[in-house]
């Protein structure tokens, strides 16, 4: 497995969503930065684009309050201030570095990643952040995608501590 570099020159970068009311609670924040994480897609070509060229992975959770209220997600009170609106968390980035055949329904595969970082204690909730409501109507309702031609690309890759390098 590749190692990261101080900084990461703009490319691929790709995003996974976590629906609160259908997965339930997100086991990734009980992991620590540096663990091996896991994600399931059916996407073979971005994840191996993905492993391939040691691509970031971003974990994004997707819920109402009660969504994340019933799946027993504890630091409730940070997310009171977005009770009426569907609530954005950063979960976790990691690199991937494998995949093998799933068995988990509607899904294909398990993608397999480490150097992760968990964004936990406190939440990181995208909703407020700029540029973001740009970012979730195009790239929010599509699953597993490559998200480097947005804008908002750079405001992830700043909080998952990857810096991006100017192009030569």
Do not use: W
């Amino acid at each position: 497995m590749g190692i990261l570099k101080s900084g990461m020159l703009p490319g691929p970068t790709y995003i996974q969503i976590h629906k609160a009311r259908e997965a339930g609670y997100c086991t990734h924040f009980e992991a620590r930065d540096g663990d091996e994480l896991t994600i399931n897609s059916s996407r073979l070509p971005l994840i191996s684009r993905a492993i391939e060229e040691q691509r970031p992975i971003f974990l994004i959770a997707s819920g109402a309050y009660k969504d994340y209220e019933i799946a027993g997600y504890s630091h409730l009170y940070e997310l009171l201030p977005y009770k009426k609106d569907r609530i954005y968390l950063l979960i976790s980035r990691f690199i991937p570095y494998g995949y093998e055949e799933s068995d988990c329904f509607g899904y294909d595969y398990v993608v397999y990643g480490g150097n992760s970082k968990i964004f936990f204690n406190p939440y990181i909730i995208l909703n407020s952040r700029p540029g973001f409501n740009e970012f979730k109507s195009s790239y929010l309702k599509l699953g597993f995608t490559n998200c480097e031609r947005s804008p908002f690309v750079s405001e992830l890759l700043r909080l998952g501590d990857f810096q991006l390098l100017a192009p030569a």
